[in-house]
């Protein structure tokens, strides 16, 4: 009976409906060992900050320089907002379990993780499909580009793409609120995955799954396919153009952006790929590091790289700070 009585106070029980129980879950990380917590830790704050401050410089650069204030540098202003969103979600608060030596995180604060990380995630997808009908309207109708891409469509842009985020969001959070979790509550991960969450389940996730597969093949499908109708247009305008430096010159304007969708939905894909094919979880967790923490890390570098007005907005940004010192 004694026996009984402990195993039942180390099961956490989530009853559907049920507010006064209250559960939590193991984060194992990448199950790494004590020797390995302080170069781990070293490596994913230098990776945050990094993180942090060149999205920083890059909305900073912007909303500071008034040549920069068009449809394309809105997005990307967006973009790296999204992005350091995206890493403040999962970074910190492992950060902190490395510190604290605490791996557990509360049934709120993991609904709560994985919450905002479908809002941020799924914002960045949308994001990056606005910015390629951005690329294809300037490239393929570029007389028409000022009346198209007017202040009005560009935040009509931004706010459907909130709202289809936090309402895609929202419903998979509240389906996870109506699951029970018994004895299994290890995540084999760094952050609240939705896909690790599910599996924890001792209720039936049919419908979860279901849910899932409908929505993100729908949202993620529209969002592909404009952004591959975009650039099947745009590559067939840039043939067009006669001259080599004309071709260079168009094709240079989406460059950046094109780095970056291919980086996000590569490692994207390689996220899944590690989750489906393999049953080792240090490798799922090491591909969902390149997507969630390394993707907006690089990000800036690439636009910063590729990107004369943003180099020299940068530049005219850093000498105005050192000189009001």
């Given at each position: 009976m004694v026996t009984c009585l402990r195993s039942q106070r180390k099961i956490n029980l989530i009853i559907p409906g049920n507010q006064t129980q209250f559960t939590e879950f193991i984060l194992l990380r990448f199950s790494e060992k004590p020797e390995q917590h302080g170069p781990l830790f070293g490596l994913f704050l230098g990776m945050y900050l990094v993180t942090v401050v060149g999205n920083l410089l890059i909305m900073l650069a912007i909303g500071s320089d008034s040549h920069l204030h068009t449809p394309m540098y809105f997005f990307l202003s967006n973009l790296s907002?999204?992005?350091?969103?995206?890493?403040?979600?999962?970074?910190?608060?492992?950060?902190?379990?490395?510190?604290?030596?605490?791996?557990?995180?509360?049934?709120?604060?993991?609904?709560?993780?994985?919450?905002?990380?479908?809002?941020?995630?799924?914002?960045?997808?949308?994001?990056?499909?606005?910015?390629a009908y951005d690329r294809f309207v300037a490239i393929c109708h570029p007389l028409r580009y000022t009346v198209i891409m007017n202040p009005r469509l560009c935040g009509l842009l931004v706010l459907v793409s909130w709202i289809i985020?936090?309402?895609?969001?929202?419903?998979?959070?509240?389906?996870?609120?109506?699951?029970?979790?018994?004895?299994?509550?290890?995540?084999?991960?760094?952050f609240c995955d939705l896909a690790e969450v599910l599996k924890l389940s001792c209720s039936d996730t049919l419908i979860n799954y279901v849910l899932i597969y409908i929505l993100v093949g729908l949202l993620g499908t529209l969002s592909l396919t404009g952004i591959?109708?975009?650039?099947?247009?745009?590559?067939?305008?840039?043939?067009?153009?006669?001259?080599?430096?004309?071709?260079?010159?168009?094709?240079?304007?989406?460059?950046?952006?094109?780095?970056?969708?291919?980086?996000?939905?590569?490692?994207?894909?390689?996220?899944?790929?590690?989750?489906?094919t393999t049953h080792s979880s240090w490798k799922s967790t090491v591909a969902s590091v390149m997507y969630t923490v390394v993707t907006p890390m690089l990000n800036?570098?690439?636009?910063?790289?590729?990107?004369?007005?943003?180099?020299?907005?940068?530049?005219?940004?850093?000498?105005?700070i050192t000189s009001s010192q």
């Open positions: 907002f999204v992005d350091l969103c995206v890493v403040s979600t999962t970074v910190p608060n492992m950060l902190v379990s490395i510190l604290t030596k605490n791996k557990a995180i509360p049934f709120a604060d993991c609904l709560a993780q994985m919450y905002f990380f479908m809002v941020f995630v799924t914002l960045d997808n949308f994001l990056l499909t606005a910015m985020s936090l309402l895609y969001s929202l419903l998979q959070s509240l389906m996870v609120t109506q699951l029970s979790f018994c004895t299994e509550h290890e995540i084999p991960h760094f591959l109708f975009s650039y099947i247009q745009i590559c067939s305008s840039i043939l067009k153009i006669p001259s080599a430096q004309g071709k260079y010159k168009a094709f240079s304007t989406c460059g950046s952006h094109l780095s970056v969708v291919s980086l996000f939905y590569g490692a994207g894909l390689g996220v899944y790929l590690s989750s489906s800036p570098f690439i636009y910063t790289l590729r990107n004369k007005d943003i180099k020299n907005a940068l530049k005219h940004l850093i000498s105005k």
